[in-house]
């Protein structure tokens, strides 16, 4: 069957007003239908909607919790001392409608919201001190902080979930003046611990030389009353050798005289021909 040629504009018309006049909201969206800007419509639930084609138009907002990363921020705590603050806020766009009308869109509702935290960071944490910047009084805050910006941010539709700092730093002259005082607090505690060291080795040395000392003492104490007791054992062997052949120990004992002076080849002695230490030569030595 032939299809008229007129029909195919007709059908082309209709496809184009259906897909002119369908848009999907996705999960994470919500979207508002304006009509030559006005505001029509608002869908917070996702799915398939309709709208006027050519007449009306979608705005699509996000309705998860989004980061805002403020840029950081010196702030000057009670005490004069200065702080750079580096927080991060999490928001979520609640009122579609508000939303649009205060701020547009969500580039604008960023700048504006930078400038109403930094403005409350400062004015919060510039009533405390830096010690309790650096405590855990610096939760309860946040917390200040989050609820007076809420106050601000509830006229544009924004709810702020939570504000929280990333990191609080001192200014880089401020560091650089404490990371000298640390290092210096160190090298003097260094200084105390190796004097302290030095004094504990030199007592542990003084008292291991003390200790050797009297293990020396004790030890030729010891050897020489071994060596005595050897001595007098040795004698009264002698003794006993020479109670029973005085003639044989007096020759033993002039052999060893000649054995000590006579061995070496280099030895010379001048005696008289009848000294007592020649008795033995040209003798038969004969035991009793």
Do not use: H, W
Request: proline share 4%; aromatic share 10%; charged share 25%.
């Amino acid at each position: 069957m032939k299809v008229p040629k007129f029909i195919v504009p007709i059908i082309v018309v209709i496809v184009v007003f259906l897909f002119q006049s369908i848009f999907i909201v996705k999960e994470i969206n919500q979207a508002i239908v304006l009509q030559f800007g006005d505001p029509k419509k608002i869908i917070t639930e996702a799915g398939l909607n309709f709208k006027l084609p050519f007449i009306q138009n979608v705005v699509y907002l996000d309705k998860r919790v989004l980061n805002l990363d403020n840029p950081p921020e010196e702030v000057i705590a009670s005490d004069q001392k200065r702080l750079i603050i580096d927080a991060i806020t999490r928001f979520q766009i609640v009122d579609p409608l508000k939303f649009y009308i205060s701020v547009g869109n969500e580039r604008v509702a960023r700048s504006r919201l930078s400038t109403i935290i930094n403005s409350r960071i400062r004015g919060v944490l510039g009533t405390q001190d830096l010690a309790t910047l650096l405590s855990t009084e610096r939760t309860k805050q946040m917390t200040i902080i989050r609820n007076d910006v809420n106050v601000e941010a509830k006229g544009f539709g924004i709810k702020i979930v939570d504000v929280r700092i990333k990191r609080a730093d001192l200014p880089p002259a401020n560091s650089d003046a404490i990371y000298k005082r640390m290092q210096t607090e160190r090298q003097r505690e260094a200084k105390e611990f190796r004097a302290q060291g030095a004094e504990i080795a030199a007592k542990i040395t003084s008292t291991a030389d003390k200790d050797v000392t009297v293990l020396l003492a004790n030890a030729k104490k010891q050897s020489e009353i071994m060596k005595g007791e050897g001595d007098g054992q040795r004698n009264k062997i002698f003794a006993e050798a020479f109670g029973k052949d005085p003639q044989f120990f007096a020759f033993y004992r002039a052999m060893q005289a000649y054995e000590t002076a006579l061995i070496g080849g280099e030895t010379s002695l001048v005696l008289s021909p009848d000294s007592a230490f020649f008795k033995f030569f040209g003798k038969t030595f004969k035991p009793n």
